[in-house]
């Protein structure tokens, strides 16, 4: 196993013998098998191990034991001791989902003080195979079928590739002590009742089982990627990203062949999951949304548009006093005061200062707002103003306007007001320009 490990390491990790690595140690026979593998190819290792408090005196004991382990081994070892039943309760998580928030975010904070730069865990190709199962029984795409990704980010799963029989064999051979989890025997959690009631007849039918489910998982990841691979191609061509928000092209989208694949693969990373409300969005009405936890879907004319949803701010008014040559918030604003117009553009306007009344407002347009539009006669409505330049219900959102008392000064990088700007007989000119 040694062997076989070295090379799969040479082959997938290289880059791993020059690392500071964290093992994630829980005392059960799969993480001891790791710990002992990397400690004889002689890596440059840590140990980890949480204390999730769920079983009493056999989860110290467990803790007790990982630590006596790495002392007698020589290895540096860290533990937490977690309220994770409190946790789950406050945060409405299950105890599953509770205890992988809790060990993922210590693991993180443990790579950034201690100077770390991989997690190790212990996951091995029977836990490929009952995330497989329960990915199908609870409904996936094909992403939900490939398995547990070798490496994601800063996690990395050395031995995926073999399967709990081996590692058992290889403890045995080399009289590894571990501790028996008595949960793992317990068929309350799905995850368990898969692997001693399912798992075994699957081996029963095919006594290949374990080689061929490799074989069909390899040939899922390679299929994953060239979806991957088309989804970035098109992406190209039908989305627009822009500062805040991506803009995807109806019509082009349209002349997909299964369009809502391609929906599915751009939108799932970003917590997107009312599949068929989003594909419905393609045909409604301008104004319809769909939400997930931080972004919303908008269908606007032409487009659909993803966009964070509006974090408000602490207020909603920002006054700029009269000697401010700098604003960084809500958006960066230079101010200075210039001899000469030049280089008028959107993001840069020059106004009267004797028309100003300081401070000077930045806020969001409200209904009703009016303003009288450079180079043109009379006034307009703001609502009127982004109805005709087709701004999004996103761009209204997200648009500033620049006041003294009630009066708008400029729709920021868009339109400035008649009234304010400055010419070549202004005395005082102020130059406005955003970043």
Known sequence: MINKLQNQLQKQFPYLKEKKLLLAISGGIDSMVLLHLFHELKFDITVAHCNFSLRNVESDADEEFVKSTSEALKIPYYSQKFDTNGFAYDYKLSIQLAARKLRYDWFSELLTNKKLDYVLTAHHLDDEIETFLINLTRGTGLEGLTGIPAKNEKTIRPLLKFSREQIETFAKEKNIKWREDSSNASSKYLRNKLRHDVVPILKELNPSFMHSFQNTLDNLKQSQSLVDDASRIVYRKVVQEEENQKK????????????????????????????????????????????????????????????????????????????????????????????????????????????????????????????????????????????????????????????????????????????????NKTKNIIKLETK
């Open 248 to 423: 995807i092209n109806i019509s082009e989208l349209k002349q997909l062949q299964n369009y809502e694949a391609y929906l599915f693969q751009w939108l799932k990373p970003l917590g997107f999951s009312a599949w068929e409300d989003i594909y419905d969005l393609v045909n409604a009405q301008s104004g319809k949304q769909v939400f997930s936890e931080h972004y919303l879907l908008l269908k606007d004319r032409d487009y659909l548009i993803v966009s964070e949803k509006n974090q408000k701010d602490n207020q909603n008014i920002y006054k700029i006093e009269k000697e401010v040559l700098e604003v960084k918030k809500p958006l960066k604003l230079a101010i200075s005061k210039v001899d000469d117009i030049s280089n008028l553009s959107n993001t840069t306007i020059f106004v009267d200062e004797e028309k100003l009344t300081f401070p000077l407002v930045i806020r969001k347009w409200q209904e009703g707002d009016f303003f009288y539009p450079s180079g043109m006669n009379g006034k307009k409505k703001v609502s009127k103003y982004f109805k005709d330049e087709k701004f999004s219900l996103i761009d209204k959102q997200n648009q500033w306007l620049l006041c003294s008392n009630d009066a708008i000064i400029w729709i920021i990088n868009h339109r400035a007001d008649e009234r304010f700007i400055a010419n």
